[in-house]
């Protein structure tokens, strides 16, 4: 088999030796991936085809995806985040919130078309019951008890914990003895606190956000680990993030993947009006395709799956993705908040469907799978033999499942008249 080297003969001799140290079994080191963040041209192909290569070694040619079901329960949040256009005060006429009947009926609606799980998280509400994250894993469980519950953000964990008066370790002991699942590891962004501090001053620091999901992995709930990038991040900021969870990583095991998100920076407050110094738009394309590879080289001997958010980058991104170290592509999601409300224009629901046409059209295998990667079902090639699910025979997604505007405009839900 040839070598990079020999294939990119006009590569830099560094990047070169870089990626064949990759390919002979080496883990990219945090200076090696400091090279490698700044390529383009030739050598950022040879980069690409080094991360799409291992990707074929490390996890095969199989595309997974989840048929799952997002629930952001509310947006009213006690924190002011200068990146987050999701939140609102607790005074806004956009403020809503989903009582534990709705978010039953949500779940209860999506397990009914298909869905192995739903994905919970929200903002950390004001004057919230010290027992409703507890009294909503119960009641879902209650209700659906083989639906998944991927849910509550280490932030948010963190703020259940202090409203109950207990440990991080007895409150995540308390829900997982009541039924949850896993846990989102998102609130990471960047995990620098000087940076944090610039984005989002009073946010669970790097320290707190570590504990939470360290004592998740300890008593058995995996986690997802994620990264948003695109702001005003440095290289070597988000490079030396992916060092920490690899660290975590070889230390408990217990990520089932990695997740980038790029910055959606259209509605963002330090966008509109914060005005931070050196704020960029978002990833350019380029860089999304380094950060995806330079994650493969780096991680994928420790977490294996790289899952693509096709609510950032749009499908057509997203299936070239593909090729640049990716083999997962998420899940169907039905409801999307957070991204639409920041600006993100790809829509709140793909069907299963249309999943599985864009991973084989990249010349891969669509595997549906539960939430801890197991698979639950494999496809052909070919889209015949395929049946079309509930999922795939919605026609109008918005009219059937609300969206994110709707539902901040419905006197039902609305933050101020709910029952304390």
Not at 135 to 161: C, D, M, N, W
Not at 216 to 241: C, F, K, N, R
Request: aromatic letters at 8%.
């Amino acid at each position: 088999m040839a070598s990079l080297s020999q294939l990119f003969d006009a590569a830099d001799s560094e990047v070169r030796t870089l990626l064949d140290r990759c390919l002979d079994g080496d883990d990219l080191a945090e200076r090696g991936a400091l090279r490698l963040s700044s390529v383009n041209g030739r050598e950022l192909h040879a980069l690409l085809a080094a991360a799409d290569e291992l990707r074929r070694r490390q996890v095969g040619d199989e595309v997974t995806y989840v048929v799952n079901r997002n629930i952001n329960f509310t947006n009213v949040c006690v924190k002011a985040c200068r990146f987050c256009a999701f939140s609102r005060t607790q005074r806004s006429e956009e403020g809503y919130f989903l009582e534990i009947e709705e978010i039953v009926r949500r779940a209860l609606e999506a397990q009914a078309l298909g869905a192995t799980e739903v994905c919970i998280q929200a903002g950390l509400a004001p004057g919230l019951d010290g027992t409703f994250y507890l009294r909503l894993v119960q009641g879902l469980k209650r209700a659906a008890p083989t639906l998944h519950l991927h849910a509550f953000s280490p932030e948010e964990i963190k703020y259940g914990a202090e409203l109950r008066r207990q440990s991080i370790r007895d409150f995540l002991l308390e829900l997982r003895e009541a039924g949850l699942g896993s846990l989102p590891g998102t609130s990471a962004e960047i995990l620098d606190d000087e940076l944090r501090h610039r984005i989002s001053p009073g946010r669970i620091t790097t320290r707190e956000w570590i504990q939470v999901i360290t004592t998740a992995h300890e008593i058995g709930l995996p986690t997802t680990s994620t990264m948003m990038y695109g702001h005003v991040e440095s290289d070597a900021q988000w490079i030396a993030h992916l060092g920490r969870l690899r660290a975590i990583q070889l230390e408990t095991g217990g990520f089932t993947e990695f997740v980038p998100l790029s910055f959606v920076h259209q509605e963002a407050p330090m966008q509109v009006k914060h005005f931070l110094p050196g704020l960029r738009p978002g990833p350019t394309g380029n860089e999304v395709a380094r950060l995806y590879a330079i994650s493969r080289l780096m991680l994928g001997s420790s977490i294996k799956n790289i899952q693509v958010s096709w609510v950032k980058e749009g499908l057509r991104l997203s299936q070239w993705l593909l090729s640049c170290g990716v083999n997962d592509f998420g899940g169907t999601l039905i409801n999307e908040s957070i991204s639409t409300s920041a600006g993100a224009a790809h829509g709140q629901f793909q069907t299963p469907s249309e999943l599985r046409r864009l991973i084989r059209e990249a010349g891969r295998l669509p595997v549906q799978r539960d939430t801890r990667y197991r698979t639950l079902r494999r496809f052909g090639p070919l889209a015949g033999s395929d049946e079309d699910s509930a999922l795939d025979r919605i026609e109008d997604p918005e009219g059937t499942f609300g969206s994110y505007s709707r539902l901040t405009r419905d006197p039902r839900f609305r933050f101020g008249a709910r029952a304390r």
